[in-house]
């Protein structure tokens, strides 16, 4: 009898805490700078979400180290729902494909929903004299180790995409790593590098003002926000195709009635028509689900990656 009291009372304290979530404004780790495309997504949803939970969700950019830095923090974070990170395919499939010897690891996050999908696009500085994949390649072949790409740090996702071009291309090109999207976005508008992969919610207004030319995009098929760029692959490098996305994950260790809550308020605004109008202004798929579909694709994407940088050749850290 006083066990099964001690139960429900258990069971009751659960409840309630779960009820009372939020009491304070949550912090929404993002380990990207600011202004690059991920930061721009978290500000696409983070007040909207705030006011389902009558707490402010505030952004904290902790760019750096392929996502890593921002990682850690929030890996070591306590577990009450009051730190959470918008974590990236980078964050949780590709640094753990390339490095055992992470400060982390993806099972130190307890998954929440995924977000949205997005593919990257292709784009050039203007005075690269090219217009179309076709052009790209065959200005690099004529001048072997002149160009240079940039991407948002070694091993992110996005350096991954420019890698397999390069590889499935033949080209020697240049990779210029930085310590995010936003800087790696700030050099390519200034001429620094030639191209690079990125989000389209960062290139698409660059692209429309004239100060960047879109090549191609990387996912398999045309994307319904932008259907008038190719695909790489149709543009001549058949098979080629990859995206990124983002997820919101909690530390390991929170409860899963505060995961639940969370999940439950993230779909309703991921769902809401004006966050989905404006997402997909930006390239962006809203995408949300349980959280047991985004450990399955965890799982599927870290698999993906690694055969992936086994592909290419590139160096990983034992």
Known sequence: MKRWMAVCSAGFVLTASAQAYPVRPIRLIVPYPAAGPNDM????????????????????????????????????????????LLATVTTLAVAPALSAKLPFRSEDFVPISMLAAQPYLLAAHPALPATTVAQL????????GKLSFASAGVGTSAHLAGEMFKHMAAINVVHVPYKGGGPAMNDLLAGQVAYMFGGASGMIPHAQSGKLRVLAITSHKRSVAVPEIPTIAESGLTGYGTSTWNSLVAPRGTSAAIVQRLNTEVNVVMNQPDVKDRLKRQGIDPDPGTPAQLQAHIKSEIARFSALIKLIGLRVVE
């Open 41 to 84: 997504l978290a500000r696409s949803f983070n007040d909207p979400l705030g006011k389902r939970l009558g707490q402010s969700v505030v952004i904290d950019n902790r760019g750096g180290a392929a996502t890593v830095i921002g990682a850690e923090i929030a890996a070591n974070a306590a577990p009450d729902g009051y730190t959470l």
């Open 137 to 144: 390649v065959a200005y690099a072949k004529a001048n072997p």
